[in-house]
Each structure stands twice: as structure tokens, then as C-alpha cells.
């Protein structure tokens, strides 16, 4: 956007903004509408073969860990026999779920549209160096987001699950998961770590700004690793090494990523003598 255009942006009156914002709201809710309408359509089919997916030893995740299994003898990984069965206990859970079920997934699936709506608002109040690079940072922080979803649907929930499945304070007292139980942490994990997945993203900007940089990153590895250990011992409380190493890589790659990501510190003694240069 030019200067000229800027210039508009700026002499807008305040109820020219709010019209125009009520315009991209507008297209964000409708674009919102019409992919939740397509998913309510599918989703019971989506529900029995995507959502049901981790409560089926069927799943992709558990026969690969099967496999895993059988060649390093950790009887632990193996969990094919898995088949949980939910019911439903409030009378109208099952209508307002799928609702919300296909709005949650569509706000997922138009993700990169209502980034996209959202960047058009604001772009217009940017000059052409202050927008230099969002092209490829919208393009990178979609991609980590849909990977983060992915990490939570095929590795974090389905080992969660497991665990939280088979856990019992006593044995008189058998598990009986509820359908709101299982919606609430499925939307939750996946989305949790479709968000934690942008931290990349949000570094590369704070470096921009220059509140961030790499020595950060090398002056807390140590803590990071500890933490981001912790972390993982909590999501896959089983407690075999394979499982933990697992869910342990791809958070700790996000840390290296964003510590590649961020610029070096600018040594004091260099801008010393640039200061002096100028």
C-alpha cells in the first residue's frame, strides 16, 4: 500500500473504520457459516471416522506404537485393543454438540481466510516496509498452526486418552467417559497445540521489535529442556522412555526453531563503534 493510501486510511473518519470493520466481520462470520453448515451436514460421518478415531485401537498412532512394541519389547506401547464406548447423560448434549463441533472445526479449516479478512483491515493503515515479510509469516504461522492440530489429533490426545482411559483410583470403580468429557479435551488439546505451535511465530516478531533475541535462547536452554520435559511427563504420564521422547521432540523443536528464528544479540562494543562511525 502506498503512502497516498495510507494517507486515506488515516483521514478515515472513526465511523469509516467501524463501517469497514463491520464489513470484514461480516465476511469472517459468513465465511464461518458456510463451512460450518457443509461440516454439520457431514458430521456424523466426520464425528464416527475422524473425532471416534483415537478411542479405536485401529488407530494409526497405536498400530505404529504396536509395531514399535514388538520390536523393542515395551508391552507398554502396545494398545490395539483399545475400544472406548462413550454415552450421553444430559438430554440435549448431543444436538448442541454437533453445533459447536462443526463451528470449532470451521473455525479451524477457515483459519487462514479470517487471518487473511483480518490482515486486510489492517494492512491498509501500514506502509509498504512496515508490511515486508507478513506474506510469508501469514504463510508460516497457517502451516505451524495446522502441524500443531496434527501433533495434538495424532500424538497428544490419542496418548492422553489412553492413559486417562485405563486410570482407576479403584477398581470398584469402572470408567464410564461421558461424551462432553471427550469433545471438551479433544477441542482442547488440539487447539492448545495448534496455538503453541505459532511460539516460532511469535518469537520471529518479538525479534523484529528487537525484545528478543538468540542469547535468550542459548542462556535458558538448560531451564527449556527441563521444563519442556516436565511437560511432556505430564501429558504421557505411562512412563516408558519411547513415549515420552516422542511427545518431548516436537515441543523441543519448536524451542530451537524459534531460538533459529530470533536475530543474534548485537554486541555492545560493535554498536560502540558504530555509533562512532556516524
Same mark, same amino acid.
Given at each position: 500500500?502506498?503512502? #497516498? ?5 488515516? /483521514?478515515?473518519? *472513526? ?31 466426520? %464425528? ?25 519389547? %515395551? ?5 490395539? /485393543? ?5 454415552? =450421553? ?49 501469514? *504463510?508460516?504461522?497457517?502451516?505451524? +498452526? ?21 486410570? @482407576? ?15 471438551? /479435551? +479433544? ?27 538468540? @542469547? ?21 504420564? #505411562?512412563?516408558?522412555?519411547? #513415549?515420552?521422547?516422542?511427545? *518431548? ?17 548485537? =554486541? ?7 555509533? =562512532?562511525?556516524?
Amino acid at each position: 500500500m502506498s503512502a #497516498t493510501d495510507k494517507e486515506q486510511s488515516q /483521514n478515515m473518519s *472513526f465511523w469509516g473504520h467501524l463501517d469497514v470493520l463491520r464489513g470484514t466481520l461480516f465476511r469472517i462470520i459468513i465465511t464461518l457459516v458456510i463451512c460450518a453448515a457443509a461440516l454439520f451436514a457431514f458430521m456424523p460421518t466426520i %464425528f464416527d471416522q475422524f473425532i471416534m478415531g483415537p478411542a479405536r485401537g485401529s488407530f494409526v498412532i497405536y498400530q505404529l506404537f504396536d509395531k514399535i512394541a514388538s520390536a523393542t519389547g %515395551f508391552s507398554d506401547l502396545s494398545n490395539t /485393543n483399545l475400544d472406548i464406548e462413550l454415552i =450421553n447423560i444430559k438430554l440435549a448434549s448431543q444436538f448442541f454438540l454437533h453445533i459447536t463441533t462443526s463451528l470449532w472445526m470451521a473455525a479451524v479449516i477457515a483459519f487462514p481466510v479470517i487471518l487473511w479478512l483480518l490482515w486486510g483491515f489492517v494492512s491498509p493503515a501500514l506502509y509498504a516496509h512496515e508490511k515486508r515479510g507478513i506474506t510469508r509469516a501469514f *504463510f508460516f504461522g497457517c502451516c505451524m +498452526f495446522y502441524l500443531g492440530v496434527a501433533v495434538g489429533y495424532f500424538l497428544v490426545f490419542p496418548l492422553t486418552l489412553q492413559f486417562l482411559a485405563n486410570y @482407576q483410583l479403584s477398581s470398584l470403580v469402572p470408567n464410564v467417559i461421558s461424551l462432553d468429557s471427550y469433545m471438551d /479435551n +479433544f477441542l482442547m488439546i488440539c487447539l492448545m497445540m495448534g496455538i503453541l505451535f505459532e511460539l516460532p511465530l511469535v518469537a520471529w516478531l518479538l525479534g523484529k521489535t528487537t525484545l528478543l533475541n538468540r @542469547q535468550f535462547f542459548k542462556k535458558y536452554r538448560r531451564h527449556a529442556i527441563v521444563a519442556l520435559l516436565s511437560l511432556a511427563a505430564i501429558v504421557t504420564p #505411562t512412563g516408558d522412555p519411547i #513415549t515420552l521422547t516422542v511427545v *518431548f521432540l516436537p515441543i523441543y523443536a519448536l524451542w530451537e526453531l524459534s531460538a533459529f528464528l530470533v536475530p543474534k544479540a548485537v =554486541n555492545q562494543t560493535e554498536e560502540t563503534d558504530e555509533s =562512532n562511525q556516524t
